[in-house]
T-cell receptor
């Protein structure tokens, strides 16, 4: 089975800190995604990547950046954490092919910014 | 653009009851359709999928049929257990030029009581 591993299940950071959320997948998937999940707002796409060093903005990229230096790793960076970035962050990966394979998700990172 | 509408929750039912969660979609072309499940504190897991009209996806006693004529993909289970308590997400694939992105519904919380 494909595994998507997020480095932390829970994180507590201070306002203004630079925060790195790491995601690694082990099945050579081309596409990787970062979502945040908030009550009543569902899943919102932050950024995605379709190849090494390639990235595209999702629906809510403000305050975030990403890095994909290797195919298996996709990092989400909060440049200066703020309390409104307290959320559950979900990483996912997929094969190419127009989405018919669906995603494999990681277990999520619950980030609290204080 | 593509969109997914699913019934609002929470849906509360007793063990061994019949479960239906409605999902309808709007899409261009011929999307693939998915149901994901999220248990408390976890990431999303693929439950089942269908890639073309009249396909039936099934897993763990859950079923859903891709109905192009009604643009629906309703999830059903004949006899639920307490362990089926979770949030269920309907999703569809974006057009082929969208890097394999999925469009998610808002999620439906299901609570099964003993």
């Amino acid at each position: 089975d494909v595994k998507v591993t997020q480095s932390s299940r829970y994180l507590v950071k201070r306002t203004g800190e630079k925060v790195f959320l790491e995601c690694v997948q082990d099945m050579d998937h081309e596409n990787m995604f970062w979502y945040r999940q908030d009550p009543g707002l569902g899943l919102r796409l932050i950024y995605f990547s379709y190849d090494v060093k390639m990235k595209e903005k999702g629906d809510i990229p403000e305050g975030y950046s990403v890095s994909r230096e290797k195919k298996e790793r996709f990092s989400l960076i909060l440049e200066s954490a703020s309390t409104n970035q307290t959320s559950m962050y979900l990483c996912a990966s997929s094969l190419g092919g127009g989405g018919r394979y669906g995603y494999t998700f990681g277990s999520g990172t619950r980030l609290t910014v204080v | 653009g593509n969109s997914v509408t699913q019934m609002e929750g929470p849906v509360t039912l007793s063990e061994e009851a019949f479960l239906t969660i409605n999902c309808t979609y709007t899409a261009t072309g011929y999307p693939s359709l998915f149901w994901y499940v999220q248990y408390p504190g976890e990431g999303l897991q693929l439950l089942l999928k269908a890639t073309k009209a009249d396909d039936k996806g099934s897993n763990k006693g859950f079923e859903a049929t891709y109905r192009k004529e009604t643009t629906s993909f309703h999830l059903e289970k004949g006899s639920v257990q307490v362990s089926d308590s979770a949030v269920y997400f309907c999703a569809l694939s974006e057009p082929p030029d969208s890097w394999g992105k999925l469009q998610f519904g808002a999620g439906t919380q299901v609570v099964v009581t003993p």
